[in-house]
């Protein structure tokens, strides 16, 4: 039988360093919440793929739409022959945009190319180059992208000089000690000192920083943005490749805010498990590239949009969004009993719509100190209890959570118990 360890010592010698992976553990088979490895070990997802499997590993209907596909065609390009399935889901995807107006949608791969194309379109769009972001985001590992990515290790490390006209805002988190007049006190100043308004194309934000550390964007924030991008002519973009699908408990991250963006760049769960990305954004700013200066070739493959479709009808037919509401309230309100438990590692800062929850690890009760070191023990714990369990954050401390919205109670409580434990394992 193969092994783990086989594996990774395979591994090592064969894919370098570089591409990293949280784990030792290597799967075999998967279904709904639960992966299986290689050895036969059962764990509870808790981490779906890194927000791709709202709907589950392998769920009958997206692998059922995926099936009927492959038996017609796996590809054309969409530029050389189109299909009805692109169309389709554009359409769909449009008549749920989070703001008002006519929009359009054009699909890619991967969110990192979803923002690529979203920066390419707003520089169509105003005739500028600019593009403002914010300390903690993260946005992908192309070039573009990763100067757009507020974080330096690991993703900027040894790989500069960066693409110029790409700039930093503090990202407002109490926590952190940043408050929203801070951030937007700091635009002000990079107005002043940096770039003129009328130079900037975009501002990228994302409703809820997934890398950075499931820290929300307040309110008060987007308003002033889109007051701002509205006053000046700018992009306002909204990241919801984590957020997006009905992880916060609406389609869109977005919703909950009370703002319109421009554009929205969408990944992850759309698919299902199958690589498809986009930009949804209105119908104007839309059609600012000229006739070929967008694509790719593998861009809303066939065999992704069939499943994106399913995936559609599944939030719907199975309420995902109340589902995720609930699993949600049902993670907050075990992780609110940890929280004056001695025996356990301090844990603080339980936030989140829907279920994208997130927790902070610190040192000692009553104070923020992050403590990345007991954060690592906790996902180490987690995994030999049977739960795969990712770690984020600027500060290392931050553990998210990511079930699909499938699992069932079951499960989640499984989970939830292996959670407890690996909590206070992880005391020592």
């Known amino acids: 039988?193969?092994?783990?360890?086989?594996?990774?010592?395979?591994?090592?010698?064969?894919?370098?360093?570089?591409?990293?992976?949280?784990?030792?553990?290597?799967?075999?088979?998967?279904?709904?919440?639960?992966?299986?490895?290689?050895?036969?070990?059962?764990?509870?997802?808790?981490?779906?793929?890194?927000?791709?499997?709202?709907?589950?590993?392998?769920?009958?209907?997206?692998?059922?739409?995926?099936?009927?596909?492959?038996?017609?065609?796996?590809?054309?390009?969409?530029?050389?022959?189109?299909?009805?399935?692109?169309?389709?889901?554009?359409?769909?995807?449009?008549?749920?945009?989070?703001?008002?107006?006519?929009?359009?949608?054009?699909?890619?791969?991967?969110?990192?190319?979803?923002?690529?194309?979203?920066?390419?379109?707003?520089?169509?769009?105003?005739?500028?180059?600019?593009?403002?972001?914010?300390?903690?985001?993260?946005?992908?590992?192309?070039?573009?992208?990763?100067?757009?990515?507020?974080?330096?290790?690991?993703?900027?490390?040894?790989?500069?000089?960066?693409?110029?006209?790409?700039?930093?805002?503090?990202?407002?988190?109490?926590?952190?000690?940043?408050?929203?007049?801070?951030?937007?006190?700091?635009?002000?100043?990079?107005?002043?000192?940096?770039v003129e308004p009328e130079r900037v194309a975009a501002i990228v934000v994302e409703p809820v920083q997934g890398e950075g550390g499931f820290y929300e964007t307040p309110k008060e924030l987007f308003q002033a943005l889109r007051a701002i991008c509205d006053e000046h002519g700018i992009v306002l973009v909204a990241d919801e490749v984590q957020t997006g699908f009905g992880r916060t408990g609406k389609l869109f991250a977005m919703e909950h805010t009370g703002v319109e963006p421009d554009l929205v760049t969408m990944a992850k769960s759309l698919g299902g498990g199958f690589p498809i990305s986009g930009v949804l954004g209105r119908a104007h700013i839309m059609d600012a590239p000229e006739a070929g200066g967008l694509g790719g070739t593998y861009g809303g493959s066939p065999i992704a949009c069939a499943a994106a479709l399913a995936v559609l009808d599944v939030i719907e037919e199975e309420k995902l969004l109340a589902r995720a509401d609930t699993i949600g309230a049902a993670i907050k309100g075990r992780l609110e009993s940890f929280t004056t438990r001695n025996d356990m590692v301090p844990i603080t800062a339980i936030r989140g719509n829907g279920a994208m929850i997130g927790f902070d690890i610190v040192k000692s009760h009553g104070a923020y100190e992050p403590d990345a070191e007991a954060t690592k023990r906790v996902t180490t714990a987690a995994l030999e209890a049977g739960l795969v369990l990712l770690s984020c954050g600027v500060y290392g401390n931050v553990i998210r959570i990511l079930v699909p919205l499938t699992v069932s109670d079951a499960v989640l409580e499984d989970g939830l118990k292996a959670l407890e434990a690996a909590l206070v394992a992880a005391r020592g």
């Not at 998967?30 to 509870?44: F, H, S």
């Not at 952190?176 to 002000?188: I, M, N």
């Open 1 to 194: 039988m193969t092994s783990n360890a086989d594996l990774l010592a395979r591994r090592s010698a064969a894919v370098p360093r570089g591409v990293a992976t949280a784990t030792p553990v290597f799967a075999d088979r998967a279904e709904n919440a639960e992966i299986w490895d290689v050895e036969g070990k059962r764990y509870v997802d808790f981490a779906g793929g890194i927000a791709v499997l709202n709907t589950g590993h392998r769920h009958p209907k997206v692998m059922a739409a995926v099936e009927a596909q492959l038996k017609r065609f796996t590809h054309t390009a969409f530029q050389v022959n189109a299909y009805e399935s692109y169309v389709e889901l554009a359409e769909k995807i449009n008549a749920r945009a989070p703001f008002s107006g006519p929009a359009k949608t054009i699909f890619f791969t991967t969110g990192g190319e979803a923002l690529e194309n979203a920066v390419k379109i707003a520089r169509a769009h105003t005739g500028r180059t600019g593009v403002i972001t914010f300390t903690g985001a993260f946005h992908g590992r192309t070039m573009l992208t990763m100067a757009m990515t507020g974080k330096v290790a690991p993703y900027k490390k040894k790989f500069g000089p960066m693409p110029a006209e790409v700039w930093h805002l503090p990202f407002p988190n109490p926590l952190h000690g940043v408050s929203v007049e801070q951030s937007l006190q700091a635009l002000q100043f990079l107005f002043r000192a940096d």
